[in-house]
């Protein structure tokens, strides 16, 4: 196979965003450029086909973009989730640099739409994609096709060559067949985290991680990063720290996206199996707490839980793809779910009798909040009290792991003795520089577009 004998400028491990966004950039400059995507076709781009939109700074309308979104507000909504576990310079650097990179999307094919009903208002920080992530993918493929750039599917990289600070090669097998080298002048790894690899996620969390479910493709295995690592480059990031949400409890084992996604928390009163409510559902609007619920539900019983609300909140978020529970009575949906009916309705019983009078405002914080009750419910704090009522099942959904390799501003990978002559990295694989724990809705897509547009431009400057 010529494509394989020939030895290229830019090697690219990975086929989302974040490596699609390097290829274009290395092409554009000129350089010739080869994406080893591990999965099939059919199954190309990574997490990136599952998303939905784009996080990005603006001043002012910007496309589908309203008002203004500025840095000190990005920045303290990234600080509020992260709990300031993040690299402020690399942080800074990617929300400053979004707002150049939306029109740039645009130019390379991406078609954005206003936002969604029942989003919470994210028409000023969130630019939603015309036909979902797997448009945004197609698009990219496309450019990135016209501009030269080579694909080949199915290409796991084993092995990164390295000789001293610098790649020399990479070991790769196509379709499972014998181990291949592939020679370039510069390489970018974006092949994502390990979530893909249940016996990694168990090593670091304990035998509970068997149960989670994973949002995204089961080809993010961690095969580069875990050869990187074991070849001394500079981690980032903790392995048990993820962007973990809560998702419909049916969803399948691997690959179920956005759509298993449930945002009916701030709305409801959300129980263990033991009936009991253990977190403040309304701690803030869901595009900013959404993602610690994965963890949450991690550490209850049997990592399940269950998201109970009333006919009046029904229609006031995104549904699942699965229908939710519905019975006439508490009682009836309790025993639906094989839940401890007693203890679920006491539970719901005192939630009730700590509802304060008050404005209820879905699209805001409104203080609307119980009170004497612990944990506490701090906004849209309503009865669960008007059938027919409602249920979901909630379970641990990981969308991709912080565990990372330690990159500069320029998107170089850091080695034993410094950052490597030619070796970037982006997206997902390095996310955990900047997420030291939890997420922002939209962020992850904002961290691979940032970083895959350096890391493209770094290495097609370094091959000429």
Excluded at 62 to 76: I, K, M, N, R, S
Excluded at 250 to 263: E, H, M, N, S
């Amino acid at each position: 196979m010529q494509i394989l004998s020939r030895d290229w400028d830019v090697v690219i491990a990975g086929g989302g965003n974040a490596a699609l966004c390097a290829a274009i950039e290395a092409a554009e400059a000129g350089a010739s450029v080869l994406i080893l995507e591990g999965a099939p076709k059919a199954y190309r781009g990574g997490n990136s086909r599952h998303t939905r939109n784009f996080r990005c700074m603006h001043h002012g309308d910007l496309g589908p973009l309203v008002q203004t979104y500025d840095e000190a507000e990005f920045f303290d909504d990234l600080l509020r989730v992260t709990r300031g576990e993040t690299d402020e310079d690399l942080a800074r650097m990617t929300i400053r640099t979004s707002e150049d990179c939306l029109p740039w999307m645009q130019a390379h094919g991406v078609r954005f739409q206003p936002s969604l009903a029942g989003t919470l208002s994210l028409d000023r920080t969130n630019a939603f994609f015309l036909g979902g992530g797997k448009a945004l993918v197609n698009a990219y493929y496309l450019t990135a096709e016209a501009l030269g750039v080579k694909v080949i599917y199915e290409a796991q990289v084993r092995h990164v060559a390295i000789d001293g600070t610098r790649a020399t090669h990479v070991e790769v097998e196509i379709a499972g067949g014998a181990r291949r080298s592939i020679h370039a002048r510069a390489f970018v790894l974006a092949s994502g985290g390990f979530q893909g690899d249940i016996d990694w996620l168990a090593r670091a969390w304990g035998e509970s991680a068997r149960n989670f479910l994973i949002r995204g493709t089961p080809y993010n295995r961690g095969v580069v990063l875990k050869d990187m690592l074991d070849q001394g480059a500079a981690s980032v990031g903790d392995p048990t720290q993820c962007h973990a949400v809560a998702i419909d409890g049916r969803a399948p084992k691997f690959d179920g996206g956005i759509v298993t996604r449930l945002d009916c928390v701030p709305f409801s009163v959300v129980v263990n199996r033991e009936g009991q409510r253990f977190y403040d559902e309304g701690e803030d609007v869901w595009p900013k707490r959404y993602a610690i619920w994965g963890r949450l539900v991690a550490a209850q019983p049997e990592q399940v839980a269950y998201s109970i609300i009333d006919a009046r909140s029904i229609d006031l978020f995104m549904p699942s793809v699965y229908p939710p529970v519905a019975a006439g009575t508490l009682e009836e949906l309790a025993a639906k779910l094989d839940l401890p009916v007693e203890a679920t309705l006491a539970t719901i019983s005192s939630f009730n009798a700590a509802c304060r009078a008050g404005e209820f405002r879905p699209q805001e914080l409104d203080g609307l909040a119980t009170e004497g009750l612990t944990p506490a419910k701090t906004n849209w704090a309503r009865p669960i009290e008007e059938p027919p009522f409602y249920a979901y099942s909630l379970r641990p959904g990981v969308t991709f792991t912080y565990l990372g390799l330690k990159v500069d501003g320029r998107a170089r990978v850091t080695g034993p003795q410094g950052p490597y002559d030619n070796i970037w990295s982006a997206g997902e694989m390095m996310a955990g520089s900047i997420l030291g724990q939890g997420y922002l809705a939209g962020f992850g897509m904002t961290i691979g577009t940032v970083f895959g547009r350096i890391a493209g431009q770094e290495a097609a400057a370094h091959v000429a």
